[in-house]
Nanobody
Framework: QLQLVESGGDLVQPGGSLRLSCTVS????????LGWFRQAPGKEREAVGC???????????NIADSVKGRFTISRDNAENTVYLQLTRLQPEDTGVYSC????????????????WGQGTQVTVSS
């Protein structure tokens, strides 16, 4: 069974950076699209970015317009890990960041993802 574990969340000052990791076990992630979502306090979970499986669309990635230019997503197939690099963090980036997996192609809908990690907390505050 596919398992996902996120890490890297922390308390950071505005303008700071973090790198979040989502490590996959139980199967190779080569056949899975990995998506990052976040949920701010009192708000619904929203899509942040996603990277396709390397067997689909060349493993391309996309990032939500709201964070484009500040966040990037990448993968290390040898480590079975997907990364979300967060830069120029702002207080509104605060939330629980979770990764989800689905077969092959990305989706912006969390309901399309069948496997989830437990999430990692990112807090941006001075």
């Amino acid at each position: 069974q596919l398992q996902l574990v996120e890490s890297g969340g922390d308390l950071v000052q505005p303008g700071g950076s973090l790198r979040l990791s989502c490590t996959v076990s139980g199967a190779t992630m080569n056949y899975y699209a990995l998506g990052w979502f976040r949920q701010a306090p009192g708000k619904e979970r929203e899509a942040v970015g996603c990277i396709n499986s390397i067997n689909s669309s060349g493993g391309g990635a996309n990032i939500a317009d709201s964070v484009k230019g500040r966040f990037t997503i990448s993968r290390d197939n040898a480590e079975n890990t997907v990364y979300l690099q967060l830069t120029r963090l702002q207080p509104e980036d605060t939330g629980v960041y979770s990764c989800g997996a689905r077969r092959y192609l990305c989706s912006v809908y969390q309901s399309d993802f069948g496997s989830w990690g437990q999430g990692t907390q990112v807090t941006v505050s001075s």
